[in-house]
């Protein structure tokens, strides 16, 4: 029976907290594989997020023998130890669907996915990511970003800096830009948010409710970068009418039209060139922030992130 005619219930981990939130308004029970004291992997309904009553916990000690219609693995470890390990025989011929949030870490061309099998689906969260993945047998399909942003939160712009927001940046080094954005900084203000900023004089973690409040105070979004899947935080940002100004690589070429609804391009020094425009004329800040909350809006919808999800479990639970 398709999914649409009944409330599923699927088995998973914690890996990204706020693609897990959003992927928890699909109207399907979603049951969170916990250890104690909640490690990264194994967390359950942490944080602030405020996690709905169809999100629930169940003790990876407690999985025998539990009944579920579907399992989403969410990271390669889970799918190469808990699922021998933590689950069950009955558990482990469930429905699969194997959801990647990464581009590949190896060779960004020709490396084969951990997961090859004709009886799985594997969910790329980009299609950058699908054009870099060689998925080899896994049926594989794309299911875009959906975001929530606080209906009363909007772009304000009065504090003329720029806002980055990555986590570990420090530990992430190049990949994540580290080199751009310290060199971006020593010719426009940036601010940085995000688990340990504070090693690199930046602000620190902010919490995640309170997240698109506190930038929205800034003249524009900078993100630095280089290889990643398309960050949550980009879109959210746009979400509020917030300016984008990011390296034109990955996914993010598909996103941002530079110099129509924010700024993009791969030399960090003309990007710098866009910040200072932006700082100058706040106007035109409101005017490209507007276009990327357009095109934001009708992209990356909530909506259509449900119904995307809601076919895809019920292609593999049919």
């Given at each position: 029976?398709p999914s649409t005619d009944r409330r599923l219930r699927?088995?998973?981990?914690?890996?990204?907290?706020?693609?897990l939130y959003y992927l928890s308004q699909v109207p399907?029970?979603?049951?969170?594989?916990?250890?104690?004291?909640?490690?990264?992997?194994?967390?359950?309904?942490?944080?602030?997020?405020?996690?709905?009553?169809?999100?629930?916990?169940?003790?990876?000690?407690?999985?025998?023998?539990?009944?579920?219609?579907?399992?989403?693995?969410?990271?390669?470890?889970?799918?190469?130890?808990?699922?021998?390990?933590?689950?069950?025989?009955?558990?482990?011929?469930?429905?699969?669907?194997?959801?990647?949030?990464?581009?590949?870490?190896?060779?960004?061309?020709?490396?084969?996915?951990?997961?090859?099998?004709?009886?799985?689906?594997?969910?790329?969260?980009?299609?950058?990511?699908?054009?870099?993945?060689?998925?080899?047998?896994?049926?594989?399909?794309?299911?875009?970003?959906?975001?929530?942003?606080p209906a009363d939160v909007r772009y304000d712009g009065?504090?003329?800096?720029?806002?980055?927001?990555?986590?570990?940046?420090?530990?992430?080094?190049?990949?994540?830009?580290?080199?751009?954005?310290?060199?971006?900084?020593?010719?426009?203000?940036?601010?940085?948010?995000?688990?340990?900023?504070?090693?690199?004089?930046?602000?620190?973690?902010?919490?995640?409710?309170?997240?698109?409040?506190?930038?929205?105070?800034?003249?524009?979004?900078?993100?630095?970068?280089?290889?990643?899947?398309?960050?949550?935080?980009?879109?959210?940002?746009?979400?509020?009418?917030?300016?984008?100004?990011?390296?034109?690589?990955?996914?993010?070429?598909?996103?941002?039209?530079?110099?129509?609804?924010?700024?993009?391009?791969?030399?960090?020094?003309?990007?710098?060139?866009?910040?200072?425009?932006?700082?100058?004329?706040?106007?035109?800040?409101?005017?490209?922030?507007?276009?990327?909350?357009?095109?934001?809006?009708?992209?990356?919808?909530?909506?259509?992130?449900?119904?995307?999800?809601?076919?895809?479990?019920?292609?593999?639970?049919?």
């Open positions: 029976m699927i088995l998973t981990w914690h890996v990204h907290g706020n693609y399907h029970d979603f049951f969170l594989v916990t250890r104690p004291g909640h490690p990264a992997g194994h967390a359950g309904r942490v944080g602030q997020l405020p996690w709905g009553d169809n999100v629930h916990e169940v003790p990876e000690a407690q999985l025998a023998g539990r009944q579920f219609d579907c399992v989403l693995y969410q990271s390669a470890r889970h799918y190469a130890e808990d699922r021998l390990h933590a689950l069950d025989d009955a558990q482990r011929a469930l429905p699969a669907i194997y959801l990647e949030h990464d581009p590949p870490q190896q060779h960004p061309t020709d490396t084969l996915h951990p997961v090859q099998d004709q009886g799985a689906l594997l969910v790329h969260v980009t299609h950058f990511n699908a054009l870099m993945w060689n998925s080899g047998i896994t049926p594989s399909l794309v299911i875009e970003h959906g975001v929530l942003v009065g504090l003329a800096r720029g806002v980055v927001v990555v986590n570990n940046m420090r530990r992430r080094g190049r990949r994540l830009g580290l080199d751009v954005f310290e060199s971006v900084s020593r010719r426009v203000p940036l601010d940085l948010v995000g688990m340990d900023a504070r090693s690199l004089g930046g602000i620190g973690e902010i919490g995640n409710l309170e997240l698109a409040r506190f930038v929205s105070r800034y003249r524009f979004f900078f993100n630095p970068i280089r290889y990643t899947s398309l960050g949550l935080s980009v879109i959210e940002a746009m979400m509020i009418g917030l300016p984008v100004v990011a390296l034109a690589t990955t996914e993010l070429a598909t996103v941002i039209r530079d110099g129509e609804n924010g700024f993009a391009h791969t030399d960090p020094m003309r990007l710098a060139n866009d910040m200072r425009r932006l700082m100058d004329d706040p106007d035109m800040a409101h005017e490209i922030g507007a276009a990327g909350r357009a095109l934001a809006r009708e992209r990356f919808g909530i909506g259509r992130f449900v119904d995307d999800w809601i076919a895809a479990f019920d292609r593999v639970v049919a």
